[in-house]
């Protein structure tokens, strides 16, 4: 696995497994000098990813992305609320970020993990300051209804750059997303039409809807150690070398955050700018794999 | 391009600085932090013995708990103590006293804009009051992306809400060097020029952001040069018999 002797029998693969685990800087190391990570990546490669629409049924929209190992499955429900005074013409979006103990084993029932509320608020930033959703779009009848909608990702698998696959798991649920039917009542209360042209009532959006998105904002986490850039990193990776950027840029490269949370490593512009373009690349991979995935569904 | 701001401050101007350190007797290090309106206190306990369950112990752990000035503690505090914990973690020496726990309280005590860098900063001086062993200071500030692309620093409540997208930077200090060959550089750039923490909220051109890196690293030479000048003064002698 890297390693220039390794023959077939059981004592050498032993032998590579102790030292992984023994010294576990010193065996990426001896990786990186041949520019190359223990799975066989080239530095600058993300890890394969896939999308899947719909996964979850009784949800509005819902999606399951997985970034290598690392798996998010996000879904969306809809709830009509009273708006609040100040922006009665605008909707709501409340998005909740949840890690179950089944995705690692560092989280247990008991005590959550540090990374989850981290995640979940700069999620949350992220997504209501990318403008990708127009909350105006939201609302039902000024004033008095709005949609709110539900977004909660729970991550299933643990396994490095939590952030890129919740938000990728968040953005292609929105893209799934179709907003239901509903129709005001006698007593002025909107009620959820079960079927279209039953009811004598009028109802108040015409038909289940999608929603429009604006810019759709992607993202890459990058390790920095010493000289090296490593995109997209393993819980391995993220354990030994603690240093991480995480670039978001959306479709039409505008910065949506820079995200440095300390680490050892000082980040210089060049390390800086050679990260935003490896996140350029992989905004215009991620955006082909959500095209594609859309359109699948679209087909059935 | 002129800006009008609030309070008549220049582009470039920063709010005015107060820091105090020892202030809390009971705390093994102390300081008060105040840029204009913000003000925050920050105590530090510490070494003391024995790291968290998950923590390495061949190293110094730092627990950092953040207090809001009002309200429950929610997602926001939670962030900022992450942040908080990484930077300090990258300025501590931590192999000097391994399987420790040095704690930082940081309690907010008012929120007029650049909360975060106000915090860190204030972190620092009482790293340093309590004798905490560390590579170099951090020094923190706000940048503001207007939308005009104007970048103003240390931006009151106001301006932030108002403003397009703000950056929180946080610089290594100004190193003064003795050796002839002058401050150490790395890949031909001077280590102040380094990023520890980056934070950006909104959405801005990634021009504008180097812009603000640039501006950002010529208001910490000033911050770290009152930094110096704070440190060197002669602590005050707290026995009222002396």
């Not at chain 1, 002797?5 to 990786?31: C, I, M, Q, W, Y």
């Not at chain 1, 819980?235 to 300390?262: C, F, N, R």
């Not at chain 2, 929120?111 to 062993?133: F, H, K, R, Y």
Request: proline content about 6%; some cysteine.
């Amino acid at each position: 696995m890297g390693l220039p002797n390794a023959s077939g029998d059981l004592s050498t693969e032993v032998e590579v497994d102790a030292f992984r685990r023994l010294f576990p800087l010193r065996f990426f190391e001896k990786h990186l000098l041949e520019s190359i990570r223990p799975d066989a990546r080239p530095l600058g490669r993300a890890r394969d990813t896939t999308i899947a629409l719909g996964a979850v049924a009784s949800a509005n929209g819902s999606a399951l992305a997985k970034i290598g190992s690392t798996t998010m499955l996000a879904a969306i429900k809809m709830e009509v609320m009273a708006p609040s005074i100040e922006t009665p013409d605008e909707g709501c979006i409340a998005i909740d970020f949840h890690m179950p103990p089944i995705c690692s084993p560092i989280v247990r029932p008991g005590r959550p993990a540090e990374a989850a509320p981290v995640v979940a608020k700069q999620l949350s930033d992220t997504i209501l300051s990318s403008g990708m959703i127009n909350l105006k779009e939201l609302s039902l009848v000024s004033g008095k209804a709005a949609w709110m909608a539900y977004l909660d990702i729970y991550c299933l698998d643990a396994d490095g750059a939590l952030f890129d696959a919740a938000l990728l798991a968040a953005v292609a649920a929105f893209s799934h997303l179709e907003i239901p039917v509903v129709s005001l009542n006698d007593d002025g209360k909107i009620v959820l039409s079960e079927e279209q042209g039953l009811s004598d009532r009028e109802p108040v959006n015409k038909e289940k809807r999608k929603v429009n998105l604006g810019s759709i904002p992607f993202s890459l986490t990058c390790i920095l150690h010493k000289n090296y850039i490593l995109a997209d990193p393993t819980a391995e990776e993220e354990s030994i070398m603690e240093t991480s950027v995480t670039v978001v840029l959306d479709s039409s490269s505008q910065l949506l955050s820079l995200y440095k949370p300390g680490g050892a490593v000082l980040a210089y512009t060049s390390a800086i700018q050679d990260c935003i373009a490896l996140t350029r690349q992989r905004v215009k991979e991620l955006q082909k794999i959500l095209e594609e995935a859309i359109s699948g569904m679209e087909v059935d | 391009m002129e800006v009008d701001r609030e309070d008549g401050r220049s582009q470039n101007q920063l709010r005015p600085l107060a820091c105090s350190r020892s202030i809390l007797h009971r705390a093994h290090g102390s300081a008060s932090w105040s840029q204009g309106d913000t003000k925050v206190l920050a105590a530090v306990y510490g070494p003391r013995a024995g790291t968290k369950k998950n923590e390495n112990p061949e190293k110094a752990c730092i627990e950092v708990i953040w207090k809001p000035k009002t309200g429950q503690i929610g997602k926001l505090e939670k962030e900022y103590e992450m942040i908080l914990k990484r930077t300090l973690q990258s300025i501590c020496i931590l192999t000097v006293n391994p399987n420790t726990t040095t704690s930082v309280m940081i309690q907010v005590v008012n929120d007029d804009g650049a909360l975060l860098p106000s915090a860190i900063n204030a972190a620092c001086m009482a790293l340093v009051d309590a004798g905490i062993p560390m590579r170099h200071l951090a020094v923190a500030i706000c940048c503001c992306v207007a939308r005009s692309g104007l970048v103003i620093l240390d931006p009151t409540k106001l301006e932030e809400q108002k403003m397009k997208a703000f950056a929180y930077l946080v610089f290594p200090n100004l190193v003064h060097s003795v050796l002839p060959e002058g401050s150490p550089s790395v890949q031909g750039e001077p280590i102040e020029n380094g990023i520890i923490t980056s934070v950006t909220h909104g959405t801005m051109s990634v021009d504008d952001y180097f812009y603000c890196l640039e501006r950002g690293r010529a208001a910490s030479t000033k911050l770290s040069d009152f930094l110096r000048r704070n440190l060197q003064q002669q602590p005050t002698n707290s026995s009222k018999a002396g």
